[in-house]
């Protein structure tokens, strides 16, 4: 346990911060740069060409990997953790300037799982309405992409992060893993996938 100093000056004693890597930061930010740059790109080629609805999927799909390319940037350059574990709180930083506080009494327990080649670890609440309206404007149709899949809507970006064991060791200590709820998720996740 450490002593850490947020941001905005205010210190916490015993508080356990987790950083995303920095290599993996910046491969994310120079991935996102190429895959945005290339949407614009094309969307102007095809616009040129008079394809214009393809042109629109395109910038559209160019304008989400820059969004993206913000996010991780942020992330890179002021280095603020992923998430703090203090005695009082799990702080999830959802974007890079903005934490949500959640106090452990909100918190019924976590669901690890996948998506592809990246790991989750999804925050069960007990007042998932109250914390909906936390969500900070620009993720919110994230999070209700990640709803309706059958995902929690606060998630811990877990294969970012460089101590994971200590983090899993942190949260059991805490709230416990939900069992009962991974094998749903995973349920849910097949029949994504299949319909997709």
């Given at each position: 346990m450490v002593d850490f100093?947020?941001?905005?000056?205010e210190?916490?004693?015993?508080?356990?911060?987790f950083y995303e890597s920095k290599g993996r930061l910046l491969l994310l930010t120079i991935g996102s740069l190429l895959f945005g740059g290339a949407g614009v790109y094309f969307s102007y080629s095809l616009f040129?060409?008079?394809?214009?609805?393809?042109?629109?999927?395109?910038?559209?799909?160019?304008?989400?990997?820059?969004?993206f390319l913000s996010m991780h940037a942020k992330k890179f350059l002021t280095g603020e953790p992923h998430v703090v574990i203090t005695p009082e709180y799990l702080q999830l930083y959802v974007l890079p300037a903005e934490k949500i506080n959640f106090p452990w009494e909100d918190i019924?327990?976590?669901?690890?799982y996948r998506i592809e080649s990246n790991s989750f670890i999804g925050l069960v609440l007990k007042n998932e309405e109250?914390?909906?309206?936390?969500m900070p404007k620009k993720m919110k149709k994230l999070s209700r992409m990640s709803v309706r899949m059958g995902y929690p809507q606060y998630n811990i970006v877990f294969s970012h992060l460089k101590e994971k064991q200590l983090l899993l060791d942190?949260?059991?200590?805490?709230?416990?893993?939900?069992?009962?709820h991974k094998e749903d998720?995973?349920?849910e996740k097949r029949l994504n996938n299949e319909r997709a």
């Amino acid at each position: 346990m450490v002593d850490f100093t947020f941001g905005g000056g205010e210190e916490v004693e015993d508080a356990i911060p987790f950083y995303e890597s920095k290599g993996r930061l910046l491969l994310l930010t120079i991935g996102s740069l190429l895959f945005g740059g290339a949407g614009v790109y094309f969307s102007y080629s095809l616009f040129k060409g008079g394809s214009f609805f393809i042109a629109l999927i395109m910038l559209l799909c160019g304008g989400f990997f820059l969004f993206f390319l913000s996010m991780h940037a942020k992330k890179f350059l002021t280095g603020e953790p992923h998430v703090v574990i203090t005695p009082e709180y799990l702080q999830l930083y959802v974007l890079p300037a903005e934490k949500i506080n959640f106090p452990w009494e909100d918190i019924e327990g976590y669901i690890p799982y996948r998506i592809e080649s990246n790991s989750f670890i999804g925050l069960v609440l007990k007042n998932e309405e109250r914390y909906a309206k936390l969500m900070p404007k620009k993720m919110k149709k994230l999070s209700r992409m990640s709803v309706r899949m059958g995902y929690p809507q606060y998630n811990i970006v877990f294969s970012h992060l460089k101590e994971k064991q200590l983090l899993l060791d942190e949260l059991e200590k805490r709230v416990g893993e939900i069992e009962r709820h991974k094998e749903d998720l995973h349920k849910e996740k097949r029949l994504n996938n299949e319909r997709a």
